[in-house]
């Protein structure tokens, strides 16, 4: 894996001003950065914003900023990336919903500000997948209010937690990193979180244990 620190060769071109050297580790991060982009767009926003032009004016904000970023970088490349991508987003949607974006529940708290949160239908589409048959639609329908349910009724930290291990692959300690709590406590959420799907998912009863 190519090391994306403050000091890998890489990013000590960009910052000299190589803009291959940028634009091949922005690259690199792209595809996690893309799911993103997809799992928190407003749904109210999807075929009408192409999450690639998010993705391009974050690449240009990064390009701008990454002088400053590299004098105090307190965060890995892709926790910062991400992050100003997450706020490119965050504009988009108060740019076409106005006021409507503004709505606390749509956003997550983090230490470093607030992201669009990723909604309980966008994970639940994630977690069921595309049935094949159109037989197998209602009982998709069925179980995709049932998930719906079971994320609504989560800790928002957990369902975060949830979004950012299981569908942006982050790692435990980047997780922890991006709420700004210990890695234990990340850990511990994510496990309680699929526990608690996947009983659900796999017809059994939900969890309603553990702590808090």
């Not at 504009?91 to 669009?116: I, N």
Request: charged letters at 25%; proline letters at 7%.
């Amino acid at each position: 894996m190519t090391d994306d620190r403050p000091g890998s060769d890489m990013l000590r071109r960009a910052a000299a001003g190589d803009p291959a050297a940028l634009a091949e580790e922005f690259s690199r991060h792209r595809p996690r950065l893309r799911r993103m982009v997809q799992l928190r767009l407003d749904r109210r926003l999807q075929g009408r914003v192409d999450p690639s032009d998010v993705l391009q004016e974050a690449y240009l904000e990064v390009a701008r900023s990454l002088p400053e970023y590299l004098a105090d970088p307190q965060i890995p490349f892709y926790l910062w990336a991400r992050f100003v991508t997450g706020r490119k987003l965050q504009a988009v949607h108060r740019h076409h919903l106005g006021t409507l974006a503004r709505d606390a529940g749509r956003e997550v708290s983090l230490h470093r500000g607030t992201l669009p949160q990723a909604s309980s239908v966008s994970l639940a589409e994630q977690l069921l997948g595309r049935y094949a048959s159109p037989s197998q639609a209602a009982a998709k329908a069925e179980l995709q209010v049932r998930v719906q349910d079971a994320l609504n009724g989560m800790d928002p930290i957990d369902r975060e937690v949830l979004a950012l291990r299981h569908f942006e692959e982050l790692s435990n300690a980047e997780t922890a990193q991006v709420l700004g709590i210990g890695e234990a406590a990340a850990s511990h959420r994510f496990v309680r979180a699929l526990r608690r799907l996947k009983k659900l998912l796999a017809g059994g009863p939900d969890d309603p244990g553990g702590p808090p």
